[in-house]
């Protein structure tokens, strides 16, 4: 799946949105998703975000803070779509997904990072996950909780 095709299916996935969005993904994705939304700047309050991860080597505690710093920004009810690695079922498909993950230096463990549960323990509600690029990509959709 190409870089356009990923853009427009988390997009997708993110709905129609009247403002801003915060956007924190790798240059070339970036620029695929700046021709269709607004990106918020610093100081824009955003109405959603979108964060991909992949290609990444970004520490637990490096991703956490980062989503943290995403989630204060954003009112509640705010949706998030956040995209990373995953890890193909079929043999044959992980074989490929890691091979790929090895052309990027990145290590076949990265594509069993339990995005949607981190989203979870940072005060999102996960409302829906799924799999694009033969299962390599996982893309969740999160809101933001109202703060307690």
Do not use: K, N
């Amino acid at each position: 799946m190409s870089r356009a095709r990923l853009a427009a299916h988390a997009l997708r996935l993110l709905g129609p949105v009247a403002g801003p969005v915060a956007v924190t993904a790798p240059r070339r994705l970036r620029a695929h998703l700046a021709s269709r939304l607004v990106a918020a700047r610093d100081g824009d309050v955003p109405v959603a975000a979108l964060v991909a991860f992949l290609g990444s080597r970004a520490r637990p505690a490096a991703r956490q803070a980062l989503l943290a710093a995403v989630r204060d920004r954003l009112p509640a009810s705010a949706p998030v779509v956040l995209l990373d690695h995953g890890q193909p079922r079929a043999l044959w498909r992980r074989v490929v997904g890691a091979a790929v993950l090895a052309l990027r230096g990145l290590g076949p463990a990265r594509a069993r990072y339990p995005a949607a549960r981190e989203l979870a323990a940072l005060g999102f509600a996960v409302e829906r996950m799924c799999l694009a690029c033969g299962e390599r990509v996982q893309i969740v959709l999160a809101r933001r909780r109202p703060p307690s």
